[in-house]
């Protein structure tokens, strides 16, 4: 049985984030004393009382509004609430009872769904605020004072919500799941992609840029495998990266390349490469992701039987640094090639984890070495004894010499390149140090 729905709705800036955060016990949500902070719909898992539940954090609902972003973020929280078991309507005591609490609360009313009200800022310990009672005027029966940042009141809350949902029986522990990250600067298609891979506008998707804030978790399952998709905010240059909410967001969105294992960078194919995308990319090499360089609105480019070739060329040269990374060219708009694109998140996934056998190596190690001879200096020749993995993710590896000091970094290169020809290791990152033999230096 899957695990049920619990929304947190309500209108901007009442505390829902804070609140969403305290109940998940993690720092997903950005917050930040500005209205529309929180646009797309976030997702996480919720323990209490031995059960577990999955609960949405949405934006703020501004019943009546005629901007299209406000509409966006209304939709988004209309479609959690449909979705949902259970609902949680935030509601500020500070501020009393408000004309939008009252279209939001019949809104709610109208759907059906058991509703509880967390009346947030009830920072005070002791008898709760008279204002509380004001509540009750929206026609919900269940008004539980609560502060989000205190965690006042938040196992009051936890026992009505979870008493108004059914839960079934722990489903197994999942298969395998690829960690995905898709990064790049604003307005690339992002979000665009994971919508077209779910068949839903899950995602806000305007042509403005920085319209993705949080970085937003979508789990998706199809004949590839199992996949968690993580939508992340635009990066821009420091420079233009605005304090504030905008600072948080690429924070989240460099959290979310840590956490992953595979990192989608997509550029727009109309504008071309540009040095933030290098920048963009460099994150995920040095973290030691696997990469695949998504070229997406494919669709929207003018080209012949050459242009595919001649692109790809050029964008070999402008990602020099991380060669190994395949490029597909996609259409988020029209689904064009994202089963290629699953099949390389799949390939390079597998290799960044590979495995490969000391005795392997050490057989690839002595065809190397006799192939082209190690370096010399002033008589004194290098001497490679052996190679073994030490760690995946990236795949890393050490070789014990006689002196660091004559490895040089082109016949380091050279090894690693024959490592990736050898074991087919494209699409990852391969770490090598060097160990002088007897001593514990690494290099």
Not at 50 to 56: A, D, K, R, S
Not at 219 to 244: C, M, P, S
Not at 381 to 387: A, G, M, P, S, T
Request: aromatic share 6%.
């Amino acid at each position: 049985m899957p695990k049920p729905l619990v929304a947190v709705v309500g209108r901007p800036n009442v505390g829902k984030s804070t609140l969403f955060n305290k109940l998940t016990g993690q720092r997903l949500a950005i917050v930040e004393d500005t209205p529309g902070v929180t646009r797309d719909r976030l997702f996480a898992d919720c323990e209490w009382a031995g059960h577990t539940f999955l609960l949405v954090d949405t934006g703020g609902i501004e019943p009546d509004t005629d901007d299209a972003l406000l509409t966006h973020i209304r939709k988004q929280a209309q479609l959690a609430i449909d979705a949902a078991d259970c609902i949680v309507m935030v509601v500020d005591v500070t501020a009393g009872v408000t004309p939008q609490d009252r279209e939001i609360a019949a809104m709610l009313l109208r759907s059906g769904k058991p509703v509880v009200v967390a009346c947030s800022k009830c920072d005070s310990v002791g008898e709760a605020p008279l204002a509380l009672y004001d509540f009750y005027a929206l026609g919900l029966p269940q008004v539980i004072p609560v502060s989000g940042v205190h965690g006042h009141g938040t196992g009051d809350l936890l026992d009505a919500v979870c008493a108004s949902l059914t839960f079934g029986e722990d489903a197994p522990e999942e298969e395998d799941v690829i960690p995905v990250a898709v990064i790049g600067r604003p307005n690339v298609g992002k979000s665009s992609l994971i919508n077209h891979i779910l068949g839903e506008e899950r995602l806000i998707v305007a042509n403005e840029a920085g319209t993705t804030r949080d970085a937003i978790d979508t789990r998706i399952e199809n004949r590839y495998g199992r996949f968690i998709f993580t939508d992340t905010a635009g990066l821009r240059k420091r420079g233009r990266v605005e304090q504030g909410v905008e600072r948080y967001s690429v924070l989240r969105s460099l959290a979310a390349v840590e956490r992953s294992r595979v990192c989608v960078v997509m550029i727009d194919a109309t504008e071309g490469f540009t040095e933030q995308d290098s920048k963009v990319a460099g994150y995920a090499h040095e973290q030691g992701k696997a990469v695949v360089i998504a070229v997406n609105k494919w669709d929207a480019v003018e080209k012949d039987a050459y242009t595919m070739d001649a692109y790809e060329k050029q964008l070999k040269e402008d990602f020099s640094f991380m060669p190994y990374a395949p490029i597909v060219f996609i259409s988020a708009k029209t689904g064009q090639r994202i089963d290629k694109l699953f099949e390389q998140i799949v390939r390079v996934d597998a290799q960044n984890g590979i495995r490969v056998p000391t005795g392997a190596l050490n057989e690839m190690l002595a065809r190397a070495t006799a192939k082209v001879q190690p370096p010399s200096d002033k008589g004194r020749r290098l001497k490679i004894f052996y190679i073994t993995q030490s760690s995946t993710r990236p795949p890393t590896f050490v070789c014990f010499c006689n002196r660091a000091g004559l490895f040089h970094f082109s016949y380091k290169r050279y090894i690693e390149n024959q490592i990736r020809e050898t074991f087919s290791l494209t699409g990852t990152p391969v770490r090598m140090l060097v160990r002088e033999r007897g001593d514990g230096s690494t290099k």
